[in-house]
């Protein structure tokens, strides 16, 4: 059983468009990170929200944590193939649990 | 420079052989973990060591065992490989408390295959 459920799996968009996917938890956590997995390479940290509430911002993409510290939102405007990658989120509770991941391919 | 190095970036062996991978990080990091991706990019841990304490997955045959020679060091050693060994193995390190409530740097990875 997986703490941490992605959705969608797969997403597959044009440039220019909008996309958001989710990260949902019944655990709370104490801190969440997401991090972009591209091909032949390791998980590359994007951001760590600790608040519930907490909005980060990173140019095009944007970061939510939920009230509860359960889950999670990320959000990218007006996407580009460069975004192209696995989105991984992961929960801390003095362990780190991964979740299996959002494959976003943008389309030229 | 690299922050978290891992060799070799691939490796293939037949079953039964005994391998080591080795991870180096020059971050400063005081904690370093092991993961290993499966098939389906779900990254799972195996261990979280600094110079303190080991804390070993219990699902993780004890098969795998990690070695330290020193803070910037985690080596990963398996002996008898078995077929669903084959994986991606990630290295990786966090500095604070709270095993990585900061988040992890992350090595490229090793692609090993066991045939």
């Known amino acids: 059983t997986q703490l941490l459920e992605q959705s969608p799996q797969f997403l597959s968009i044009q440039e220019g468009e909008n996309l958001t996917v989710y990260c949902n938890s019944s655990?709370?956590?104490?801190?969440l990170q997401w991090y972009r997995q591209e091909p032949g390479e390791g998980p590359v940290l994007l951001v760590t929200v600790v608040t519930g509430g907490e909005v980060k911002k990173l140019k095009r993409l944007t970061f939510q944590f939920g009230d509860a510290r359960k889950d999670s939102s990320l959000h990218i405007t007006a996407a580009q193939p460069g975004d192209t990658g696995l989105y991984l989120c992961?929960?801390?509770?003095?362990?780190?649990?991964f979740g299996a991941g959002t494959r976003l391919t943008v389309k030229p | 420079d690299t922050a978290v190095s891992q060799t070799p970036k691939y490796l293939v062996t037949q079953m039964g052989n005994d391998k080591s991978i080795k991870c180096e990080q020059n971050?400063?990091?005081?904690?370093m973990y092991w993961y290993k991706q499966d098939s389906k990019k779900f990254l799972k841990i195996m261990f979280s060591?600094?110079?303190?304490?080991?804390?070993i997955n219990e699902t993780v045959p004890n098969r795998f065992s990690p070695k330290s020679p020193d803070k910037a060091h985690l080596n990963l050693h398996i002996n008898s490989l078995e077929l669903g060994d084959s994986a991606v193995y990630f290295c990786?390190?966090?500095?604070?408390?709270?095993?990585?409530?900061?988040?992890?740097?992350f090595g490229s990875g090793t692609r090993l295959t066991v045939v």
């Open positions: 990786a390190s966090s500095q604070g408390g709270g095993r990585g409530r900061l988040g992890y740097t």
């Open positions: 060591y600094n110079n303190k304490e080991l804390i």
């Open positions: 655990s709370v956590f104490s801190s």
């Open positions: 992961a929960g801390n509770n003095n362990d780190m649990r």
């Open positions: 971050l400063g990091h005081d904690t």
